[in-house]
Nanobody, 129 residues
Framework: QVVLEESGGSSVQAGGSLRLSCAFS????????MYWVRQAIGKGLEWVAG????????IYEDSVKDRFTISKDNAKNILYLEMNGLESEDTAIYYC??????????????????????WGQGTLVTVSS
């Protein structure tokens, strides 16, 4: 059974920082790349960042690439998202996702649930200005 469980969401002031964690288990059938995807209220799913199965290569959506850092601790089975310089536009539910493919969505950051094989339940980040 695959389980992805996010934590670390909170309310912060603009300019602040947060670190999200995603504890994962059961991803043993093959190598899985992992991602952070977010959804603001009333909007669609937006791909934020991804890292390959080894946790060596990271890719970012343009609006976060100089502020967010994705990392993966394969020994502890935890995926992280370090977020600095938070802006009100970063307010969203943040999901951890896993998929065998390592990819950047073509044509922009919008994604669908079926683009990733496994999802967590999400953690809420609220940034107030």
């Amino acid at each position: 059974q695959v389980v992805l469980e996010e934590s670390g969401g909170s309310s912060v002031q603009a300019g602040g920082s947060l670190r999200l964690s995603c504890a994962f288990s059961g991803l043993t059938s093959r190598p899985y790349s992992m991602y952070w995807v977010r959804q603001a209220i009333g909007k669609g799913l937006e791909w934020v960042a991804g890292t390959n199965a080894a946790g060596i290569t990271a890719i970012y959506e343009d609006s976060v690439k100089d502020r967010f850092t994705i990392s993966k601790d394969n020994a502890k089975n935890i995926l992280y998202l370090e977020m600095n310089g938070l802006e009100s536009e970063d307010t969203a539910i943040y999901y951890c996702a896993a998929d065998p493919a390592f990819f950047r969505p073509a044509g922009g950051p919008s994604v669908r649930r079926e683009d990733f094989q496994y999802w967590g339940q999400g953690t809420l980040v609220t940034v107030s200005s």
